[in-house]
């Protein structure tokens, strides 16, 4: 049973409305399941309904037309009537489950066009006709933390979609990066940007038992990683469009199967040999996805992949030892060998790597963004294009607080970060693997992945924080992995 956010008891006497009365208050086409009230001349409604037990979430979506517009954002608010106690032992006797529904508009009353609980529609009535406004608002009972990655039926992506002739956008500013504690020179830009299209100029593999990095190897990382194309304000699942070289280091993960490619998750680039995702994307109870069936696009925001960009086999893959599908998020790391080095350039680039010289306690409400191809709020299993928003960091006791299950709140661990935004904007099922970022004197960061957020049935509640693994506690172990 999920842990229920409940309103304080109701001690006064509120008085049944009827169409009678002298007050404006619409008919009801259903008033066996809902109800007007008023106190003090002030609106509220009552819904009544029965849940199905067949349901692991059971979602109660209502509809309201109110005459002329709306003054502010504000469109309502359906909460549950009872306490916590009252409302789980409904539940298990299969009793009806009672809701209040707050109205935006203080004295004026919209009226009901449709009730529905889970796919069944228990009434519906026509709106009000122009100049009138509708109103949408939903509640669902035992959501439940979930990975943010597609577990049935995957996209296929199309072949045959002509590639797009795509702007260029202009030449970044060269930036000071954040790693070295004296600012270094900056290297000189290419004489010329590679075409993302061409396989890239591929080196000699290094034997199994070379070592997997350097010092020196991280230094020159730190020259070129973190910095990128023009960048639009952002505001993927109710989010701006990201535009091509703009954040040059995210990839979108395919699962290579007999009828072709199958986008399955996102990712981040770090090095011209290394992709670091989540764990979940690969590991996750019966679900094992080994490197010889995964590929890595890079150099595209479209997940189209006959568009300008380079898909690379990928040859090896390490996953933390404490990682384990019971309490994914504490360490749902994935770093991906990609069979041959990229080129840097205006579409290709690493991002940053936290390091000690950056913040390791960020405060409530820092900002920091997200991006990806996931589910939208149009009901899209994924977007051709990838989206970034911004979101706020959220503290650990706060996120425990907000999350609505028992599952959410143990996911949440000394070394996952939660975030969320205040327009119920952020990643989706199929954003899993991406990653949490930062912005730091202009250089981009990478501090966290994707791992989990509140599900419904059918879609996300994006009113609650989103877990991610909290890279800079994993950062030693990532040094140590990482192929340069």
Known sequence: MEQLLMLPAICLTLLLLTWSSSAQVPPVACPEYFQYLAYNQEYIGRVSVRHDPQYAENTLRIQFSQRGSLTSNYVGRLTLWDDEETTKFNLRFGNPIEYRVDFPTPGLVPKLTHLMINDVVLCRASPYPPTSVSLSLSHSLRATATPLFPQQNPRQIPQQVPPRTIQRPQQPVARVPPQQPQQPQQPQQPASTPQLNRRPVTQARPPPEAPRTSGQGLLQLSGVCGREGPVATPLIHHGTEVRRGQLPWIVALFERNADGPHFFCGGTLISALTVLSAAHCFRFNSRNVPASRAAVSLGRISLDLVSDGLLLPVTDLVIPDEYSSQNYTDADIALIRLESRVSFGEYVKPICLWNENF???????????????GADENGNVNTRVAKMTDTDIVLETECRRNLRSEEGVRLVTSKTLCASNK?????????SGGGLMIQQNNIWLLRGIVSAGQTYTDHCDLTQPVIYTDLARHINWVRQKIWV
């Open 359 to 373: 913040l390791l306690e960020l405060p409530s409400g820092y900002k920091s963004y997200v991006a990806g191809w």
């Open 423 to 431: 327009q119920a904007a952020g990643p989706c099922n199929g954003d």
